[in-house]
């Protein structure tokens, strides 16, 4: 199995940066993809940035320019740098990773999120 943990989020101030990382472990041989969504209490989930199995990146609407994924496969983990930060990127953030297993199965999983607010 494929457990997920994501970090880095926190309280900053509008025009501010921060960089969340997510972290697969367990029998992973290759992450196929990963997905960045943010979702609150009162707007359904949101996708803000994926790395596709494709190999292809793709940024929200409402990210791009602003929002940069980026990976190291030899740590299993994905970054979403996010820079001019505003109070509509409020959330709470978490990853959807798909792996392939040493049994040669494709896994997918999540993790708890990490909380992003925005606010001056």
């Known amino acids: 199995q494929v457990q997920v943990v994501e970090s880095g989020g926190g309280l900053v101030q509008p025009g501010e940066s921060l960089r969340l990382s997510c972290v697969a472990s367990?029998?992973?041989?290759?992450?196929?993809?990963t997905e960045w969504y943010r979702q609150t209490l009162s707007k359904p989930r949101e996708l803000v940035a994926e790395?596709?199995?494709?190999?292809?990146?793709n940024y929200a609407d409402s990210v791009e320019g602003r929002f940069t994924m980026s990976r190291d496969d030899a740590k299993n983990t994905a970054y979403l740098q996010m820079n001019n930060l505003q109070p509509e990127d409020t959330g709470n953030y978490f990853c959807?990773?798909?792996?392939?297993?040493?049994?040669?199965?494709?896994?997918?999983?999540w993790g708890q999120g990490t909380q992003v607010t925005v606010s001056s």
């Open positions: 790395f596709t199995d494709a190999g292809s990146t």
């Open positions: 959807e990773v798909r792996a392939r297993l040493q049994s040669q199965l494709t896994y997918t999983t």
């Open positions: 367990g029998n992973i041989v290759k992450i196929l993809a």
